[in-house]
């Protein structure tokens, strides 16, 4: 028996009005999910633990099993943990966005506005090259060093910064893509000295990125230019519970996303990454497919996560948050189980959102998602029912994302 999960991050939407009172899952036409759906299990499930900001560190947490309320201390360390760093004794660890902010630069910093969560999604390489040029600029260096902060790039607009002896209780630090379109006044790091110092770092950032030839060369471009950081996602450490052990399955976990791969690594899965997947609409889905059934050949246990439908959706992105829903469907799901079913394998398969995000404002939501389990050998009677939020509502109700592995594994 082989267990396949399918994470497509933030596919989960409200009713939109430009598409007639139905959400993108609805409106996507997406065949193969509606037909296994219509066989399988189909109900929702709170992946948001109560108390927590929706985001796809605490659901994907729980989606794997593990309780937010007793592991979670920030996203950061989990990305941390996919490159296989250590973190020194005492250090805090946060996400370093590339960000774009609006406004003419002539204006105080708190009166910017954030355009770009992504930086317009900028490539890896110039990401890269902007984010070591800054950590090594005879203007900004000395600050860091200072603030015992140092950067790993990430090859991407995700880069991660460790700040050795940081002191963090109190800390408020704002998601970026949750506030798009919103003055940063109110969103700055705040609630500590520390915070401070970090405020001083973005500061300066700004100010020396915004004439980066290759921010002048996107602006040229009509690209938007990464022209700040913004630390976000802290955290202090990470530990979980084994996956293998406690579900007597082995595999692992394809992503492009650090999140995913970190989590892989601290339940004791294996991160698996495919050149030229890019965590966005345009990835590589067939070269994801075929990552999972490679690790299927040895293992009995993939999971696949394509962050396509979240990333267009902070975009304001309809077309491409229906795209990728689609080739989630047909370019990744069908072609999965025809590939099984082709080699004689049974499986069961679970498909769900991680959490919602809105098109209204391109920021996460907390209610409760659409899951569907699929089991080859059709040992339990269908819903009946396509894949949608409103149809999910129809069937079980689990509280917890945490039930989802015990039900895929029938614990």
């Known amino acids: 028996m082989k267990y396949i999960l399918i994470i497509g991050d933030g596919m989960a939407d409200d009713p939109l009005p430009e598409l007639g009172g139905r959400t993108p899952l609805e409106a996507s036409g997406k065949p193969f999910f509606d037909s296994l759906s219509r066989r399988g299990e189909l109900g929702s499930v709170q992946t948001i633990p109560e108390g927590f900001p929706p985001g796809s560190d605490t659901a994907i947490m729980a989606i794997f ?159 938007l230019s990464a022209n700040c950081i913004w630390f976000w996602a802290e955290g202090k450490g990470a530990k979980l519970p084994n996956f293998p052990a406690r579900f007597g399955a082995d595999g692992g976990v394809v992503s492009a996303v650090p999140l995913c791969h970190g989590i892989a690594r601290l339940v004791g899965l294996s991160p698996i990454s495919v050149p030229t997947a890019t965590g966005e609409w345009d990835t590589d889905y067939e070269a994801k497919t075929a990552a999972a059934l490679d690790c299927l050949e040895g293992h009995d246990f993939a999971a696949i996560h394509l962050e396509g439908p979240d990333e267009a959706t902070h975009n304001h992105d309809l077309e491409h948050k229906i795209y990728s829903i689609e080739c989630l469907s047909e370019r990744v799901a069908r072609p999965l189980c025809a590939a099984l079913a082709s080699r004689g394998e049974d499986y069961r398969l679970l498909i769900l959102s991680d959490h919602r995000t809105f098109m209204k404002n391109g920021a996460h939501g907390a209610t409760p998602v659409p899951y569907m389990i699929y089991d080859s050998r059709e040992m339990v009677p269908g819903s009946g029912l396509g894949y949608s939020e409103a149809n999910g509502e129809r069937g079980p109700r689990l509280a917890s994302g945490t039930e989802l592995m015990p039900r895929l594994f029938e614990l």
């Open 65 to 223: 099993g593990c309780d937010p309320a007793k592991y979670f201390s920030g996203r950061a360390p989990l990305e941390l943990a996919a490159s296989g760093i250590d973190m020194p004794e005492g250090a805090a660890a946060y996400r370093c966005n590339m960000v774009h902010l609006g406004g003419d630069e002539s204006l105080p910093f708190e009166q910017r506005t954030m355009v770009s969560h992504s930086a317009g999604s900028i490539e890896g390489a110039e990401s890269d090259e902007l984010i070591t040029w800054l950590f090594s600029h005879p203007d900004f260096a000395p600050l860091a060093a200072a603030a015992r902060v140092s950067v790993h790039p990430g090859s991407s607009f995700r880069h991660l910064a460790v700040q050795e002896g940081a002191d963090i209780a109190g800390i408020r630090l704002a998601p970026p893509h949750d506030h798009l379109g919103e003055r940063i006044g109110a969103l700055l790091p705040a609630g500590c000295p520390n915070a401070g110092v970090l405020l001083g770092l973005m500061k300066k950032a700004n100010e020396l990125l915004e004439h980066h030839p290759i921010n002048q060369k996107r602006r040229a471009a009509g690209e």
